[in-house]
């Protein structure tokens, strides 16, 4: 069985400030790792993900994560947030043999005040 | 954006009645799901298809069934809607290569009353 935890309902910085939203995750083999974004009203958006190599992955909108297999963590990370970054984050894992699927987590509302 | 639409965008229907939900992409993409997505409980995966008539269930999938005759189309049914079944439902999609990562389409919200 594979699941994944975003401790955090809600994450608040300020803007220019490093940002960090929190993601664990549970699979038998080796896990493939993603982070969504969703904006308000409208649909999903891949920003980047983890299949093996380099620990630090960098994805779009200026994101990057880094993939601890010892904590089983994959947490997403900006330099310096902007307010238009506020928007619903969710992680997602899949066992690298079982392609169709994946779980989510519930997601985490990210405010980036000015 | 990955050309993924979905039909309708927006639906109320009666407790009891049929409802099918379509799922179309141009992306000729192998891999089509569909999620529900309520408050609390993030993204859950109904059912998804690895290719055409190839089709398995997942976390949430009672009361739905799915149908994938061609490529590009994937069809969802709630077979007599409830007001549990009250949600947004998004479709991805996703190649067979790489990470699989999933590209969503726009979303439905419908509204069982």
């Known amino acids: 069985a594979q699941s994944v935890a975003q401790p955090e309902d809600q994450v608040n910085v300020a803007e220019g400030n490093p940002l960090t939203v929190k993601c664990t995750y549970s699979?038998?083999?080796?896990?493939?790792l993603f982070w969504y974004v969703q904006y308000p009203n409208r649909g999903l958006q891949f920003l980047l993900k983890?299949?093996?190599?380099?620990?630090l992955v960098k994805g779009s909108y200026g994101f990057e994560a880094e993939f601890n297999k010892s904590q089983t963590s994959f947490h997403l990370k900006k330099p310096s947030a902007l307010v238009s970054d506020s928007a619903l984050y969710f992680c997602?894992?899949?066992?690298?043999?079982?392609?169709?699927?994946?779980?989510f987590g519930d997601g985490t509302t990210l405010t980036v005040k000015p | 954006d990955a050309g993924i639409t979905q039909s309708p965008r927006h639906k109320v229907t009666e407790t009891g009645t049929p409802v099918t939900l379509r799922c179309h992409q141009t992306?000729?993409?192998?891999?089509m799901y569909w999620y529900r997505q309520d408050p609390g409980h993030g993204l859950r995966l109904i059912h998804y298809?690895?290719?055409?008539?190839?089709?398995d269930k997942g976390e949430v999938s009672d009361g739905y069934s799915v149908s994938r005759s061609k490529t590009e189309d994937f069809l969802l049914t709630l077979e007599s809607a409830t007001s549990s079944q009250t949600s947004v439902y998004f479709c991805?999609?996703?190649?067979?290569?790489?990470?699989?990562?999933?590209?969503f389409g726009p979303g439905t919200r419908l509204t069982v009353t």
């Open positions: 997602a894992v899949r066992e690298d043999t079982n392609a169709g699927k994946s779980t």
């Open positions: 983890y299949i093996t190599g380099d620990n």
């Open positions: 992306e000729n993409h192998r891999y």
């Open positions: 298809s690895y290719g055409v008539k190839d089709t």
């Open positions: 699979v038998s083999g080796n896990p493939y």
């Open positions: 991805a999609i996703s190649e067979s290569t790489g990470g699989y990562e999933q590209y």
